[in-house]
């Protein structure tokens, strides 16, 4: 077997990067403790997965509100239930939602009728102040969109896995998580700076004429690359949607606990932030501490980090002026759209198209267990045809 991979590291989407003794991940992500598929390939325990708090602080752009999974943290229950974010029948709706996805089989949920997941809570029953409160920003942040057009399915998923794990980090950073895997694999299976320019059924062509061939091709870049690999896939590649993931270096913590800090206005650029460090102390060198702060969006304006000071100046104080901006990461193939009825959590998981076997996020859900899970089918698939 020969891996073709056209950047200078494994990965994908999923790499960080040591500066000035800072692990930058390549865009906030996390990894949700409870995903099935992806926990049965990984170590987890070597995987060091440091865990955020169950909820969300809320900045209305006056005052800050705490939303936390009751459950998890009884001792907050009164100050999440009287929190302004939602009414306190939103609150039970939570509970309830709650119970439904623990009682719910990955299977039950992905064959639900899909809907947009907006329609979906406004249909459970939640009020528009805790979808606007709270479900915009907190899901904008996963799906990289706010107006919530995301499959429900997809929504449905992800509660399931917050209600069942945490989500985490691990403690050398996201980028460990694909490392581990590219461990098991001879080293020399891995060929990276080699950016395939062409596929056959049995043939990969490099840009300087090299032509690798084998049994069969498996195309398995984001689905923007596949369009350019296999024409014929471009009728039904998604849309993508971006983001712009700032990093901050600070003398203090500005939340001093491992939590997503959310917008919930209608004004402003950033939609949620978070301290890594304080997540996972690894992140950033002693005495220092790593902010991570996320515009949906692509934003190539040199001015967004400074833009982004003046605007968390009114959720954190003068404290932010002494922030350095330490990189901005413009990320325009970030998630695959995925609306409702799309391949969402679907079996196979895989396409064949012109005999070329086509895998990747595109073909699942938009998340490391997608990717996993189609990349596994597809082997399973690969095997059987094999055999
Ligand atoms: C900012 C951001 C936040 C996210 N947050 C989360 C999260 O919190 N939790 C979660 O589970 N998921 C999250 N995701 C989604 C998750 O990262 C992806 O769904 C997953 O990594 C997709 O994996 P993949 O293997 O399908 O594609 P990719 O990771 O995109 O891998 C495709 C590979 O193909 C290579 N390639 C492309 N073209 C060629 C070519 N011509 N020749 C050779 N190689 C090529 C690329 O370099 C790349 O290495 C996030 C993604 C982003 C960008």
Request: with cysteine.
């Given at each position: 077997?020969?891996?073709?991979?056209?950047?200078?590291?494994?990965?994908?989407?999923?790499?960080?990067?040591?500066?000035?003794?800072?692990?930058?991940?390549?865009?906030?992500?996390?990894?949700?403790?409870?995903?099935?598929?992806?926990?049965?390939?990984?170590?987890?325990?070597?995987?060091?997965?440091?865990?955020?708090?169950?909820?969300?602080?809320?900045?209305?752009?006056?005052?800050?509100?705490?939303?936390?999974?009751?459950?998890?943290?009884?001792?907050?229950?009164?100050?999440?239930?009287?929190?302004?974010?939602?009414?306190?029948?939103?609150?039970?709706?939570?509970?309830?939602?709650?119970?439904?996805?623990?009682?719910?089989?990955?299977?039950?949920?992905?064959?639900?009728?899909?809907?947009?997941?907006?329609?979906?809570?406004?249909?459970?029953?939640?009020?528009?102040?805790?979808?606007?409160?709270?479900?915009?920003?907190?899901?904008?942040?996963?799906?990289?969109?706010?107006?919530?057009?995301?499959?429900?399915?997809?929504?449905?998923?992800?509660?399931?896995?917050?209600?069942?794990?945490?989500?985490?980090?691990?403690?050398?950073?996201?980028?460990?998580?694909?490392?581990?895997?590219?461990?098991?694999?001879?080293?020399?299976?891995?060929?990276?700076?080699?950016?395939?320019?062409?596929?056959?059924?049995?043939?990969?062509?490099?840009?300087?004429?090299?032509?690798?061939?084998?049994?069969?091709?498996?195309?398995?870049?984001?689905?923007?690359?596949?369009?350019?690999?296999?024409?014929?896939?471009?009728?039904?590649?998604?849309?993508w949607r971006s983001v712009t993931n700032v990093y901050f270096?600070?003398?203090?913590?500005?939340?001093?606990?491992?939590?997503?800090?959310?917008?919930?206005?209608?004004?402003?650029?950033?939609?949620?932030?978070?301290?890594?460090?304080?997540?996972?102390?690894?992140?950033?060198?002693?005495?220092?501490?790593?902010?991570?702060?996320?515009?949906?969006?692509?934003?190539?304006?040199?001015?967004?980090?400074?833009?982004?000071?003046?605007?968390?100046?009114?959720?954190?104080?003068?404290?932010?002026?002494?922030?350095?901006?330490?990189?901005?990461?413009?990320?325009?193939?970030?998630?695959?759209?995925?609306?409702?009825?799309?391949?969402?959590?679907?079996?196979?998981?895989?396409?064949?198209?012109?005999?070329?076997?086509?895998?990747?996020?595109?073909?699942?859900?938009?998340?490391?267990?997608?990717?996993?899970?189609?990349?596994?089918?597809?082997?399973?698939?690969?095997?059987?045809?094999?055999?």
């Amino acid at each position: 077997m020969q891996i073709l991979e056209a950047s200078d590291g494994v990965g994908g989407r999923v790499r960080t990067d040591r500066v000035e003794g800072f692990l930058l991940d390549r865009g906030f992500q996390v990894y949700l403790s409870a995903y099935p598929e992806a926990g049965k390939l990984l170590d987890l325990e070597a995987l060091q997965l440091q865990v955020f708090e169950p909820g969300a602080l809320v900045y209305d752009g006056r005052k800050r509100h705490r939303v936390m999974d009751i459950f998890r943290r009884p001792s907050q229950l009164i100050e999440s239930a009287f929190s302004p974010v939602g009414s306190l029948v939103d609150k039970l709706r939570v509970a309830l939602l709650r119970f439904r996805s623990l009682g719910s089989s990955t299977e039950e949920i992905a064959n639900r009728p899909d809907r947009k997941t907006e329609t979906f809570l406004k249909q459970f029953g939640f009020s528009d102040k805790m979808v606007n409160g709270f479900f915009r920003a907190f899901y904008g942040g996963i799906f990289l969109e706010r107006e919530l057009r995301t499959s429900s399915r997809m929504f449905e998923f992800t509660f399931k896995m917050f209600s069942q794990g945490s989500a985490t980090l691990p403690a050398r950073g996201m980028g460990e998580i694909p490392l581990q895997l590219a461990r098991h694999l001879p080293p020399e299976t891995i060929r990276i700076n080699s950016a395939v320019a062409a596929v056959t059924k049995t043939s990969a062509l490099l840009p300087g004429g090299e032509e690798i061939h084998g049994k069969l091709v498996v195309v398995a870049t984001q689905a923007a690359q596949t369009s350019f690999l296999v024409p014929d896939f471009k009728a039904q590649a998604p849309s993508w949607r971006s983001v712009t993931n700032v990093y901050f270096s600070a003398e203090q913590s500005p939340l001093n606990e491992a939590i997503i800090a959310l917008n919930n206005s209608e004004n402003g650029l950033v939609n949620n932030v978070c301290v890594p460090s304080d997540v996972a102390p690894s992140y950033a060198p002693p005495g220092r501490s790593l902010i991570s702060a996320s515009v949906l969006g692509l934003h190539k304006d040199d001015t967004l980090p400074a833009l982004i000071k003046e605007e968390l100046t009114t959720w954190f104080g003068d404290q932010v002026e002494d922030w350095n901006h330490l990189r901005t990461d413009l990320i325009k193939h970030g998630l695959p759209e995925q609306a409702p009825d799309s391949s969402v959590s679907k079996p196979p998981g895989y396409l064949k198209m012109n005999d070329i076997w086509i895998c990747g996020d595109h073909t699942t859900s938009a998340s490391i267990e997608g990717a996993i899970i189609s990349g596994t089918q597809t082997a399973i698939a690969i095997q059987k045809s094999l055999n």
